[in-house]
């Protein structure tokens, strides 16, 4: 067996010194009593001991780090002639996974098949009872201030074995589950939990040989999300006291979830002397295992197995069993329908599928057959937003379109899409959501369906049991809201999400719906119990950031196997979420007025239209007025052309410049005139052909601001002898740059001072004109005076809640382990391992006040029990 485990307490130094006395008495009356027999010749004959009849151990380490083995009998006085005393491993000598220290070769051997082992490790994974070495405490959190009698009794209050797992109390005692260990060398615990109340206060710490809890933030667990989470914890050389703690605080009258924990291993104990034999329902089936696995569906084993065996046809087990059960016959609640996906034909069929796993039998006296699937149909429309390809499957739309549900169409001019997801046609789930099942005995997540599709609505399928937990979660990467939202700093709401739904019960089921943000745990938000008609609910998203959004039906909380209340279930007919970044759209609003050029998703006019405000539609500048850049909004956007020029509606295109430079809609365009012949040379073909004026010549400028030149060459169709087109691309085409041509970037309010710089727009198609304005430096504006209230004795409140978390700390620490001593002398009767003397209570000592009664109190002293327990899982969340 492994080197046990002690249920270690801290003594008092004069109890221990006492007891040593009384023992090395009754030791030398026992030599006595034995010599006495042996010369009196009174004492029976004693025959030489067997090898069943004694075992190996070991001493404890000297100072050099040796030890010897002796041979230990297993009933003193029964046999004589045991083998003499040997030198033993070294102290720090161990075996790895899977092997085992066989005592009479001093050796590491495999552990055979059916068995494993940790090598220097132990692990407790069957709690029908509570394992050798725990020890269940619990306590009232209240401390008696005199005031009133102790009624409450917490006797009851204890951590309760459940076979695979033990459960912690839910009420408002603390329960407090204990294990001590003495480690040779360094090494860990690791255990599974599951954690789903957050009524509950749940922590983990570890105690040294000196009473010091392990000073870590980790101690206060997390509640868990997905199912049964693993910790793990270091632990030093030498004694370890292990503390799981929980204290449970009704809410409304709910009592809440208990705290469960399972497979609890412990690595670095001296050595393991012989391998564990695997529990039911589990196998080894080679040697040298350093753990069991589970048998499968429909098989199972007894204790210490190397395989599993299959149960007869009419039998089934669940993963894991120890035994088989009688199949039921099957019935209407075994079965559920869903509808197929899209065929290349565009047609969907209503089918009819066995509830996994498939435990009832179709052969069986009175059984239902499985329905014969539906006629094909036509598919429903696709989801707004989304556009049908083909080949009848569901694409999302371009950005800067919108769709019913059919055809794609371009937002028009002056609008933007208003993104989101609205999901009100099943016929397959949206890729951004998945589904599964939480089994509500063994809190597992499994490989199922919880919500199936049924067309106009969703629902929930047959779980493995009734009070399973079916699970629809969807996830939302962002949001985007409007320009219009994000400059109201007034409203808070980011996005929001609306959903239909309807509930149909005959027992007690529940409805959760929860949200989770940034990855952390999903927080239920809203719970409906029992049928509910068909009705709307919105949730406001107030915060930019990566969301969850669930939905869990559990149909009863009783843990009953079997399936008897299937027909209950839950529908969702539509769910529509607003501003959802790389969502799709189902219709186009106005842009914002004014909105930012930079990054802006509003469909902009062609060139030379601007929008108009009322009807959003775009309309051509008026003639010889050509439109600003930046202002594309009503008919003052457009403005003159200078003198001596006319707008020109025809778009000037210039093949084969390589920068590919070119104008469109109205621009400025010189009036016909001869020009000298100074503008020879531009085009080859006109040398020696034209002398004194270019006749129908057209000049079109160009605003380039980095340099001037000249086309060097004609392209084709350029210079036809007649009529001679050049681009001139100079500085001085550009437009003064005026108050449109420049915006401001705000600060962020810094000490009271908020900054206002002004930047040219890019790309910057202007030159001269205004400057760019200096630099301007404002007062932010006044902060609300209830804010500065509050902000001020928020402060205070912080200062004073640190204050008094250092003072009750530092009184705690004497309080906590004398209670722990108090409590564990009570329970235990002996003392396993030597006391450190700062664990001792050293004479003269106060203890009268450290005494924790039990008692019934009133509102405010709950409140200031509370207060003082959780004062480290105050600090623990101010570090996060």
Known sequence: MAEPGHSYQPCARGRGRKERHTFRLLRLLLWAGTAFQVTQGTGPELHACKESEYHYEYTACDSTGSRWRVAVPHTPGLCTSLPDPVKGTECSFSCNAGEFLDMKDQACKPCAEGRYSLGTGIRFDEWDELPHGFASLSANMEIDDGISESTENCTSSKWVPQGDYIASNTDECTATLMYAVNLKQSGTVNFEYYYPDSSIIFEFFVQNDQCQPSADDSRWMKTTEKGWEFHSVELNRGNNVLFWRTTAFSVWSKVPKPVLVRNIAITGVAYTSECFPCKPGTYAAKQGSSSCKLCPANTYSNKGETSCHQCDPDKYSEKGSSSCKARPACTDKDYFYTHTACDANGETQLMYKWAKPKICGEDLEGAVKLPASGMKTRCPPCNPGFFKTNNSTCEPCPYGSYSNGSDCTHCPAGTEPAVGFEYKWWNTLP?????????????????????????????????????????????????????????????????????VFETICSVNCELYFMVGMNSRTNTPVETWKGSKGKQSYTYTVEENATMSFTWAFQRTTFHEAGRKYTNDVAKIYSINITNVMDGVASYCRPCALEASDMGSSCTSCPAGYYIDRNSGTCHSCPPNTILKAHQPYGVQACVPCGPGTKSNKVPAVWPGLSHGLGIAGPVAQIQPRPIQPVLMGICPLFFGTVTQSLLGHTVNWHCYLLS????????????????????????????????ADYHAIVSSCVAGIQKTTYVWREPKLCSGGISLPEQRVTICKTIDFWLKVGISAGTCTAILLTVLTCYFWKKNQKLEYKYSKLVMNATLKDCDLPAADSCAIMEGEDVEDDLIFTSKKSLFGK?????????GLASALKLA
């Open 708 to 739: 001037q030149q000249f086309l060097s060459m004609c392209s084709d169709g350029t210079c036809d002898g007649c009529n001679f087109h050049f681009l001139w691309e100079s500085v001085a085409a550009c437009p003064l740059c005026s108050v």
């Open 863 to 871: 409140i200031k029990s509370f207060t003082s327990k959780v004062r």
């Open 431 to 499: 890729t951004n959501m998945e589904t599964t099942v939480l089994s509500g005995i063994n809190f597992e997540y499994k490989g199922m369906t919880g919500w199936e599709v049924a067309g106009d609505y969703i629902y929930t399928a047959v779980g493995a049991s009734d009070n399973d937990f079916m699970i629809l979660t969807l996830v939302v990467p962002g949001f985007r809201p409007p320009e219009s939202v994000m400059a109201d700093t007034e409203n808070k709401e980011v996005a929001r999400i609306t959903f």
